[in-house]
């Protein structure tokens, strides 16, 4: 009787065990959360690791929090990392008439807020990057530096509308035919066929509406001088990461930014943080530590 109570409790005890351990890898699994937006629309967003300055991710036109996942794992060993999807794309809502961007930063707005980080370092890729200056005017103070993946090659050239009328004659009418001809010419002969393609039968894919109101909302920005003027005020530095695949002018920039810097990675593509994840990871390494050291001396 004795040896029949003493294994009862030791298997309670190995069940109590289990359950335990099965409990805490729940808690430390990494689960999306959902914040609501300034106008209700619920945001997904991830959280991985700890350690400031906090880095929020922003995917590009047509593109989720998933095309971060070359830097989630490098990064999130000493930072806190934040990766977004924007509203109307990946897990984010729907509920959304117009998709500005500076809607879209009131998105990367209600996330920051919603996590507590008190220093933010903004990472953009394309369209991330104005939507990224669009939070980072929201939130002055707390957004330590703007990191532009491939953009702002120079934000002082015009756009006509004949040229933006030709961009978004391309999504219209059939969207899915449009948008892969417009995504496949950011790649170069070089880059692997299967990133490409997924890259483009992914973008492809998105919701029209959602995609073509986004573009023309980013492209009217540029023909009436609003992209321009976003930097009117703006002291946050700025430091974009490119490749050479487009030319650009730091010279042009500095003229409208308050601090601006590139850095360039050549033999790559527009999406080199995807294409080149190593070398991406070490100019990015270097231009977060410039950006925390600036920000130390200042205080």
């Not at 220093?119 to 980072?136: E, K, N, R, T, Y």
């Not at 957004?143 to 040229?163: A, K, L």
């Not at 995504?183 to 995609?211: G, H, Y």
Request: proline fraction near 5%.
């Amino acid at each position: 009787m004795k040896i029949k109570n003493l294994l009862v409790g030791v298997a309670i005890g190995c069940f109590l065990s289990l359950l335990m351990l099965n409990t805490q890898v729940l808690a430390d699994s990494v689960w999306p959360r959902m914040v609501g937006s300034a106008d209700g629309v619920p945001i997904s967003y991830e959280v991985h690791g700890t350690g400031e300055p906090t880095l929020v991710f922003v995917h590009g036109w047509s593109c989720d929090g998933r095309y971060w996942r070359m830097q989630v794992p490098h990064f999130s060993k000493n930072h806190r990392v934040v990766v977004i999807d924007l509203a109307g794309h990946g897990h984010s809502g729907l509920g959304r008439e117009d998709y500005a961007m500076d809607a879209f930063g009131e998105d990367v707005q209600a996330v920051v807020e919603e996590v507590g980080a008190e220093q933010v370092i903004l990472v953009g890729h394309s369209m991330g990057g104005p939507v990224s200056v669009a939070a980072a005017r929201l939130m002055p103070g707390r957004v330590i530096g703007v990191i532009g993946v491939d953009i702002f090659q120079d934000v002082s050239h015009p756009m006509t509308q004949e040229e933006f009328d030709s961009w978004m004659g391309l999504l219209q009418p059939d969207f899915a035919a449009g948008a892969a001809q417009f995504v496949r010419q950011m790649f170069i002969e070089k880059t692997d066929p299967v990133l490409r393609d997924w890259v483009v039968a992914d973008m492809s894919a998105a919701p029209p509406k959602v995609a073509v109101s986004a573009m023309e909302q980013m492209l009217s920005d540029v023909v009436s001088g609003d992209a321009l003027f976003a930097f009117d005020g703006l002291e946050t530095p700025i430091v974009a990461i490119n490749a050479d695949l487009w030319p650009t002018n730091v010279e042009a920039n500095r003229r409208h930014m308050h601090s601006f810097d590139a850095v360039i990675i050549e033999g790559t593509d527009h999406f080199l943080h995807m294409a080149e994840p190593e070398a991406f990871n070490r100019k990015l390494e270097g231009v977060i530590a410039g950006m925390v050291e600036t920000r130390s001396g200042a205080e």
